[in-house]
């Protein structure tokens, strides 16, 4: 790896101590020492931050006051990355081990390769060594059909151009981030990338899924704190808020439909035919509806602006 294809490796740490070390004490794993990392702690209220300090005192800590999400805790390493001029950042969700140390000398390698690629992202596994979803699909009515019904099987041993890849571990082109813009901190967690990507790819560069070993990939660590009933809406909502920030009002819309529809029919089911509990109150419909309605403005607003700008 050339001394110019420095690698800022960018972690993001929120009450979560045990993987994060974990996942630190892996990246010894990697066959380059050409990186640095830097560890953004999302105002943690336990004493992570400061155990990870006095064991890793050769990374870049950066604490938070507050939890800004998975955008505005990586947006913090984005910004410090762009200001060093780190021509490559590499996303690691904390839950993640590193499993094959050469899979960053060769994201490099293809970054350096192939200059209309802006990101580059490896297959992740999870902790039973299957191929996690790596390439996300673009959030429409059509995908959400698909996704309902269980029909989403992308070719995860195809290295192919894609619309989106997994954020919880991508290596970044600062190029494309300076051209497209850092990470919407509107969408807190889950979806953000997918967005990012599709203003990646309005500017001309090309997302890249590359079926090289990575990581393992625990996943939900962070959000497994987080009310379950919560991450449904968010995931949801944030599936409307990108839909209307790129101006498919209509395709917005009839997403929004089916998606309260597929919710309202597993409830009612759930309760007719199986006579079990759904996992969700009937009353999570009104505040899924809520979420869109505030998504929705918040991303004509946003739109707003832009257009008067």
């Not at 190029?175 to 997918?194: H, K, V």
Request: contains cysteine; proline residues 3%.
């Amino acid at each position: 790896m050339k001394e110019t294809s420095r690698v800022l490796i960018l972690i993001v740490n929120w009450n979560n101590y045990s993987d994060t070390k974990e996942c630190l004490e892996s990246l010894t794993q990697l066959t380059t020492d050409n990186y640095q990392v830097m560890l953004v702690d999302n105002g943690s209220r336990d004493d992570s931050s400061q155990l990870l300090e006095e064991e890793f005192p050769e990374i870049r800590l950066v604490n938070l006051e507050e939890n800004l999400g998975f955008a505005g805790g990586n947006n913090v390493g984005l910004e410090y990355a762009l200001n060093e001029e780190f021509p490559f950042i590499l996303l690691l969700n904390n839950d993640t081990i590193v499993k094959d140390g050469d899979f960053l000398s060769q994201l490099v390698q293809t970054l350096e390769k192939e200059h209309t690629v802006g990101a580059v992202g490896p297959a992740v596994e999870e902790s039973d060594g299957i191929t996690q979803l790596s390439i996300l699909p673009y959030p429409n009515i059509g995908n959400t059909i698909i996704n309902s019904l269980g029909l989403y099987h992308p070719n995860h041993n195809k290295r192919q151009y894609v619309d989106s890849i997994a954020g919880c571990c991508v290596l970044v082109r600062s190029e494309a981030i300076e051209q497209a813009g850092l990470l919407d901190e509107n969408y807190f967690m889950y979806g953000e990338e997918t967005e990012w990507f599709f203003r990646m790819r309005k500017k001309g560069w090309k997302i890249l899924y590359h079926p090289v070993k990575s990581i393992i990939h625990k996943g939900a660590s962070s959000s497994i704190k987080i009310d379950n009933q919560k991450i449904y809406i968010e995931c949801r909502a944030n599936v409307i808020y990108t839909l209307v920030k790129v101006n498919q009002k209509l395709e917005a819309f009839l997403t929004a439909v089916l998606m309260i529809l597929l919710l309202g029919i597993r409830i009612i089911g759930s309760a007719l035919f199986y006579r079990k509990n759904p996992g969700y109150p009937i009353s999570i419909i009104y505040d899924l509806i809520k979420a869109f309605r505030q998504k929705w403005n918040l991303a004509q607003d946003l739109t707003e602006k832009r257009n008067l700008g």
